[in-house]
Nanobody
Framework: QVQLVESGGGLVQAGGSLRLSCAASGSTFSTNAMGWYRQPPGKQRELVAGRSSRGTTRYADSVKGRFTISRGNAKNTVYLQMNSLKPEDTAVYYC???????????????????WGKGTLVTVSS
């Protein structure tokens, strides 16, 4: 069974930075897209950033220039560097590997769809 585990969330002041990590454990799997999503309180989940296995990326307009998605050296590991954080970035951040992110990036999905349980990011003003 595949598990995605997010880490790195926490409380930070506006203007600060955080780095989120997502690592896969359990059964091995392959995917051609991994991404980060967030769900602010009372709102729907939205794509924050996606990265294909070929290195193409996609960002939400609200985070362009502030957030950077990157892959780790270990297989199926992805990071989200978040700089210049704003109170409106407050949300639970989820990692996704597979179908959801592939479709969001216009890529033909390759494999299954996996989600982490999320990590809370709170940005104080």
């Amino acid at each position: 069974q595949v598990q995605l585990v997010e880490s790195g969330g926490g409380l930070v002041q506006a203007g600060g930075s955080l780095r989120l990590s997502c690592a896969a454990s359990g059964s091995t799997f392959s995917t051609n897209a991994m991404g980060w999503y967030r769900q602010p309180p009372g709102k729907q989940r939205e794509l924050v950033a996606g990265r294909s296995s070929r290195g193409t990326t996609r960002y939400a307009d609200s985070v362009k220039g502030r957030f950077t998605i990157s892959r780790g050296n270990a297989k199926n590991t992805v990071y989200l560097q978040m700089n210049s954080l704003k109170p409106e970035d407050t949300a639970v951040y989820y990692c996704n590997a597979g179908i959801t992110t592939a479709q969001a990036m216009g890529i033909i999905p390759d494999g299954m769809d996996y989600w982490g349980k999320g990590t809370l990011v709170t940005v104080s003003s």
